[in-house]
C-alpha cells in the first residue's frame, strides 16, 4: 500500500497524489511530503527509496531486506531512523499474551517524510488522520512530524506497559484460586516479553536523546525540547520496566510458595491418613500371626462376639485419632 500526503501550503493538503507526481513535487523547495508505504514487493521499495528520492543504497538497503535495534544515521541532506513500535497482543495462535515489535524505518528530509513498515502499524495511521483532520500540523516541518510519530509510538509503548500491569494483577488472582503449570508458563512467557521490550525500548531511548542533543541539519534546534521531552518518557518508562520484571519475579516467587504450600497440605493429608490406618494394620497384623499354635482355648476368639469386637476397635481407633488430631490442631 502506498499512499501519498502533500501539503504546498497553510490549511491545505492532498492525498489523490500518485508516485508519477513526487519528483515534481521534490523539486519545488516549499510545503510538505508524506510518502508512506509498506507491504510493497522489493523492487517497489528500491524505485521508492532509491530512484525518486536519489537515497544512498545503503540506507535503502537496511530499510528494504534488514532488521535493526532502534538506531539513526545521518546522511547530511537526510536522516535515516529505524524505530519500533509496540501493540500488545492479547492472544497469540499458541493462546499465550505477545508483545509485538514491528520496525519502523524513517527517511526525513528538508521538505519530506518517507515511512517503510512491513507490518500495520497504528501510531502511524493515528498520525496519517490526524493530520487529515488538522492540516496546520504539517505546516511545523518534518521535524515536528516526526515528533508526532515518535510520541505516538511512546504512547503505545505506555499502553503496553499498563496491559502488563493489569495482566500480572490476573496471574495473581489465578495463583491464589487455582494455580496450576499453565500458570507457570504464562509467567515465564510474560518475562521474556517484558526482557525483549526491555531491549527495545533502551536503544529507542538513545535515538530520542540524539535528536534531542545533537546538530542535524534537517531537525530545527528549536524543535528539540519535544525529543527532549520525549526522551524523558522513555528514560521513566525503562524505570517502569524494570519494576515490571521485578514484579514479575515476585509474582513467580508467589506461584511457588503457593504450590509448595499445596503440596504441603497433600503431604499432610497423606500422612494424617497413613497414621489413621496404621492401628488397623498392627491389629490385623497381630491377629494374622500363626507361628506358634496355641496353648490356651480360643474358641472364644473366633465367633461373632469377637468379630463384632474387632470392627468396633477398628472403627472406633481411627475416629478417636481423627477427633485427637482435630484437637491439635493438625487439620
Not at 11 to 25: K, Q, S
Not at 48 to 53: A, E, K, P, Q, T
Not at 216 to 235: C, K, Q, S, T
Not at 288 to 303: E, K, P, V
Amino acid at each position: 500500500m502506498i499512499r501519498i500526503l502533500y501539503s504546498p501550503t497553510e490549511d491545505e493538503y492532498r492525498t489523490d497524489l500518485e508516485l508519477a507526481d513526487v519528483d515534481a513535487i521534490l523539486a519545488q523547495p516549499q510545503g510538505l511530503l508524506w510518502l508512506d508505504f509498506s507491504a510493497e514487493p522489493l523492487a517497489v521499495g528500491e524505485t521508492i527509496l532509491g530512484d525518486i528520492f536519489k537515497f544512498h543504497p545503503l540506507a535503502v538497503d537496511d530499510a528494504l531486506t534488514e532488521s535493526h535495534v532502534p538506531r539513526i544515521d545521518d546522511w547530511q541532506t537526510y536522516l535515516y531512523l529505524v524505530l519500533r513500535s509496540f501493540t500488545y497482543l492479547i492472544e497469540n495462535e499458541e493462546g499465550d499474551e505477545e508483545i509485538l515489535v514491528p520496525e519502523l524505518d524513517i527517511f526525513i528530509g528538508h521538505h519530506y517524510v518517507v515511512t517503510y513498515h512491513e507490518q500495520p502499524i497504528t501510531a502511524v495511521d493515528r498520525v496519517w488522520a490526524t493530520c487529515q483532520r488538522d492540516p496546520r500540523l504539517l505546516n511545523n516541518g518534518p521535524d515536528h512530524l516526526l515528533y508526532r510519530l515518535t510520541d505516538e509510538i511512546i504512547n503505545d509503548a505506555i499502553t503496553v506497559v499498563e496491559q502488563i500491569e493489569e495482566t500480572l494483577g490476573e496471574i495473581e488472582d489465578i495463583i491464589f484460586a487455582n494455580p496450576s503449570p499453565e500458570t507457570a508458563e504464562r509467567i515465564f512467557h510474560l518475562k521474556r516479553n517484558i526482557l525483549r521490550l526491555r531491549r527495545v525500548i533502551a536503544p529507542q531511548r538513545e535515538v530520542l536523546n540524539k535528536l534531542a542533543r545533537d546538530d542535524y541539519a534537517v531537525i530545527d534546534p528549536r524543535d528539540r525540547i519535544y525529543f527532549r521531552d520525549g526522551y524523558d518518557h522513555l528514560m521513566r518508562l525503562v524505570e517502569l520496566i524494570d519494576n515490571l520484571r521485578d514484579l514479575t519475579s515476585g509474582v513467580l516467587d508467589t506461584y511457588l510458595s503457593v504450590v509448595n504450600n499445596n503440596m504441603n497440605n497433600i503431604m499432610k493429608t497423606l500422612t494424617i491418613f497413613t497414621a489413621l490406618f496404621l492401628p488397623l494394620t498392627f491389629i490385623t497384623g497381630f491377629f494374622g500371626m500363626n507361628f506358634f499354635a496355641t496353648t490356651i482355648d480360643t474358641h472364644l476368639l473366633s465367633g461373632w462376639a469377637s468379630f463384632a469386637l474387632a470392627m468396633s476397635t477398628m472403627l472406633a481407633v481411627p475416629i478417636i485419632m481423627l477427633f485427637w488430631m482435630r484437637h491439635r490442631g493438625w487439620l
